[in-house]
């Protein structure tokens, strides 16, 4: 029947990714997307059938589902097959429609798993002996080993792993494409490995590998207080090389006592402050067989280091997403040679130099510049930025650093600045290698500018990492950073991955008492632990993301650490049902807070009753969806009276809340704490708040990702559209005009004068404000996931005009295919609204200001007569019912009868 099929199995994914190899599950979750072949609408999936082979032509069959009739296309498990390390698997799928028509079997796709965690290895940890590199030395060490093997390869795989960060070579080649391996996570309780594929790296006979070793976040600087060697103070290497030969055999190649080290020309790595590299040190051909080694090679020691915390690696890798050419050289006041590359952005630049050998050149890193247009970085505070290179005095020498990132837009030239190739400097942008889901654009240019500096903020923070800033000597993963901004993330991109590692560390370093540390990998002090808004990641984070992709399992692997965080919060107030105590960042940052104090004026009590009652809201309805009545009937008791003590505690019997601020109010009214009265007066309260501060936000950290939200809700939209608009301090467009790229930390971080908002705490890649991109999609764009079925399986598109706005579009890339909402507003007052519902979904369209379904044609067609679409609601507000397929709707604003949009 493949020749009639009406329906075809497109992007089938493993892990959320297409073709894994390395992952670290048993049992894997295969998802699938479906393209209607004939553009017709409302087309479901009815069943499907899956196999799983052990070659890509389906003679070997090692598991079938048989026909399993129900509509579910992502997260299916393949019940009962168990993977094993390092094998490959075949998979493919076919699907029938609502009419059972079957589509062809799906291209074959395949998973491969890494050397999966438990498993026994026959390497060893490997180090540059202390003889050589003493524990403290700056200097990068070399690793190698030459080999031989005895036939022509047919498939060959490195799983390999380090304490801190590790590069491999092959006969002379970089292994793989990534960067910063194995990642940061919490190293004493969770180490990721890695596989790469390196067939095509062997030949028979004679092979030569090696490493390059950096400090990474392993042994290196991390944070301002100038912690070194958090996790431990021998840099080494795990490795294994396996080999399947074309007759059949096998042969395995790890890491031991007879590889062989030297120092490289490495002098000098940090995250921080950048890299020292002195081409006179390199060891040419280091890495292939036809290298001599000299004394200064000496042999590894083994040292005595855990197996038991390895797994598989779980997150999308480090990756060069982009370059960027520069848009300016510019000679400053002061006389300095500043490259500007027109962007904030992160990663490093690779650049090319001739001269003499022993010269030395350096690129130092900023932001910005300062109100006399000189090189700025007192931001920075003690990290320096700071790559400096010393030629060898060959004809052109080009260089790009291996270890360290940095954060900036503008670079400064210093030393031998003549002997810089102009037309060979390009700027590297690195991030995690997530998928691009999400899509926005307006006709106000400013906006279009705020939702680019949101998308850069992302890009420049999401380094293995949510971090708060990239650029200055912190760089860590606040939580409180993180779940501010995961709404908006998970528009922007497919962060699955990227969160459900981070959440395993968030996990792993929570105290046994359910405290949650302020940033994750945990490196602070020890008390840094069990702040409302901060620690709340631990459930707001998976609950957000089970919403977007629909994934049980994040709810299941994380369940016990958000029950943890709530038994935490239950055991702090000095009264029932209350958090009253304990150390608070508030809102932080909030523009209400006393002259000098970072902590804005709402009540921190208020903050951390209002956020308790929000976790416990969140962890009940979990519970709910992984089938936990008990625990579902115990916190829906306990969040009815966490509630009530709310307001018994901050709300006066004539309704009106203690804290009188707008973020008080906003968390209020976002948490649904109140009465329906308290709820009217708190809104109205709300809206004189805004009307005091001439509708500018006085909002920090915790009120600002929610003030526009309870603005909309409440029938304030207007008032919403105004704060979004407003172009002077403080607002969102505020940056923007001042040439902002990125998100700023502070709304004011550079002042109307030019001069800085402090040297103190001032980044200009700081994401949390740009958490307003969750309303732009959400309201503007109009798309909204419905709870009911998580992951867009069926969702809302209920755009709401405003704001001077004559058109907006947004694009959404889910596990089911994409979404799109793009409306346009014509002067004859027509607005002509476009929805495209991927198949097996469906979609709640609400029309903006339809006075009723006889005045709304869709694709030319009365409302009524169009195929895929059920009215919902007609009269004062128009839904529709959608299936799958591409809807265009048109109608008048006052009820006039539509001009059809062709």
Avoid at 555 to 560: A, F, S, T, W
Avoid at 852 to 871: F, I, K, R, W
Wanted: net charge negative; glycine share 10%.
């Amino acid at each position: 029947m493949g020749g009639l099929t009406m329906i075809q199995v497109t992007s089938v994914q493993c892990e959320y990714q297409h073709n894994p190899i390395g992952i670290g599950e048993r049992q894997p979750l295969l998802s699938w997307k479906l393209e209607a072949t004939s553009g017709q609408r409302k087309v479901n999936q009815s069943a499907y059938e899956l196999e799983v082979a052990s070659d890509a032509s389906f003679h070997d069959i090692l598991w079938q589902s048989g026909i399993i009739y129900t509509e579910q296309s992502t997260f299916v498990e393949a019940a009962g097959l168990i993977s094993e390390s390092c094998k490959r698997y075949y998979w493919r799928v076919r699907v029938w429609d609502g009419d059972g028509v079957v589509s062809d079997w799906s291209p074959a796709a395949f998973w491969e798993t890494g050397k999966l965690k438990g498993e026994t290895w026959s390497g060893k940890w490997i180090s540059a002996p202390l003889a050589q590199l003493p524990a403290d030395a700056e200097q990068v060490p070399l690793l190698r080993k030459t080999f031989t093997l005895r036939g022509q390869v047919k498939q060959a795989r490195i799983y390999a792993t380090a304490l801190g960060l590790y590069e491999l070579e092959l006969n002379g080649k970089r292994v793989g494409d990534t960067y910063f391996a194995p990642g940061w996570t919490s190293y004493n309780n969770v180490l990721q490995t890695q596989t790469y594929d390196v067939t095509d790296h062997l030949t028979a006979g004679n092979n030569a590998i090696g490493a390059w070793l950096g400090n990474g976040w392993y042994k290196g600087n991390l944070a301002w207080s100038h912690q070194k060697e958090i996790y431990g103070n021998r840099l080494a290497l795990l490795a294994e090389l396996h080999v399947q030969y074309e007759d059949g055999g096998e042969e395995v190649i790890a890491t031991d006592g007879s590889w062989t080290s030297a120092p490289g020309p490495i002098r000098m790595s940090e995250i921080y402050h950048g890299e020292t590299y002195d081409a006179s040190l390199e060891h040419p051909g280091w890495s292939t067989t036809a290298f001599s080694k000299s004394s200064d090679w000496q042999s590894v020691e083994e040292i005595s280091q855990t197996y038991e915390v390895l797994t598989p690696q779980i997150n999308v890798p480090v990756r060069k997403k982009e370059t960027l050419k520069p848009v300016e050289w510019l000679t400053t006041p002061r006389g300095e040679t500043v490259i500007d590359f027109g962007q904030n952005m992160v990663g490093w630049v690779k650049f090319s130099v001739r001269g003499t050998a022993g010269d030395e050149v350096s690129l130092k890193h900023a932001e910005v510049l300062d109100a006399e247009g000189n090189f700025y970085t007192d931001n920075l505070r003690s990290a320096k930025q700071n790559i400096r290179y010393t030629l060898k005095g060959e004809s052109i020498e080009t260089f790009e650093p291996r270890f360290t990132f940095q954060g900036f837009r503008f670079v400064k030239l210093e030393g031998a600045v003549s002997a810089f190739e102009r037309d060979a400097f390009e700027a590297v942008v690195i991030h995690s290698d997530m998928e691009e889901t999400g899509k926005f654009s307006c006709s106000n240019p400013l906006i279009n500018q705020l939702q680019s500096n949101i998308r850069w903020g992302l890009k420049g923070n999401f380094v293995d990492v949510p971090t708060d800033c990239p650029q200055r000597d912190e760089r860590l993963g606040w939580t409180g950073d993180a779940q501010m901004f995961i709404g908006t993330a998970v528009y922007l991109n497919n962060v699955a991955p990227f969160f459900a590692k981070w959440l395993g560390d968030l996990a792993a370093d929570q105290r046994s008492d359910g405290a949650v540390p302020f940033v994750v990998p945990h490196v602070l002090a020890d008390d840094s632990y069990g702040s409302a808004a901060w620690g709340d990641a631990a459930v707001i984070i998976p609950w957000t993301l089970y919403a977007s992709y629909g994934d049980k399992r994040i709810l299941e692997r994380q369940y016990d650490s958000m029950k943890g965080w709530v038994s935490y919060v239950e055991a702090q107030g000095d009264q029932p049902y209350l958090w009253n105590t304990g150390f608070h960042f508030g809102d932080w940052l909030g523009l209400d807070a006393k002259s000098g104090d970072y902590i804005g004026a709402t009540d921190r009590d208020i903050i951390a009753s209002a956020f308790y009652a929000y976790s416990v809201k969140l962890v009940r309805k979990s519970a709910e969806v992984l089938g936990r009545e008990e625990d579902a009937a115990h916190y829906a008791e306990l969040e009815r009276q966490v509630a009530d003590a709310f307001r018994k505690e901050f709300v006066t019997p004539g309704g009106r809340l203690s804290s009188s601020t707008q973020t008080g109010h906003v968390l209020a009214l976002m948490f649904e704490l109140l009465d329906e009265p308290s709820e009217r007066r708190s809104a109205l309260r709300l809206k004189e708040l805004l009307e005091a501060s001439k509708h500018h936000l006085t909002t920090g950290f915790v009120g600002t990702p929610y003030i526009s939200h309870v603005l909309s809700k409440h029938g304030m939209l207007d008032e919403a559209y105004t704060l979004l608009l407003q172009q002077d301090y403080p607002s969102w467009l505020y940056p923007v005009t001042k040439g902002a790229t990125t998100i700023w930390e502070h709304w004011d971080g550079i002042k109307e004068d030019g001069s800085f908002w402090s040297a103190d705490m001032n980044s200009f890649n700081h994401y949390a404000y740009g958490a307003v991109g969750d309303w732009l999609y959400r309201t503007v764009a109009g798309i909204q996931p419905e709870e009911s079925a998580p992951g867009y399986k069926r969702f809302v598109v209920a755009p709401q005009p405003g704001g001077g706005l004559t058109f907006a579009e947004g694009e959404l890339e889910t596990m089911y295919g994409r979404i799109r909402s793009a409306w346009k507003l014509g002067e004859n007052g027509v607005i002509e609204l476009e929805v495209t519902v991927p198949p097996n979904t469906s979609a709640e369209i609400r029309l903006p200001g339809a006075a009723g379904s006889d005045v709304v044609a869709e694709s030319g067609q009365p409302l009524e007569s169009s195929a895929g679409l059920t009215l919902l609601k007609s009269g004062d507000g128009v839904i529709v019912e959608a299936g799958s397929g591409t809807y265009k709707f048109a109608y008048d604003f006052n009820g006039q009868p539509a001009v059809a949009i062709s």
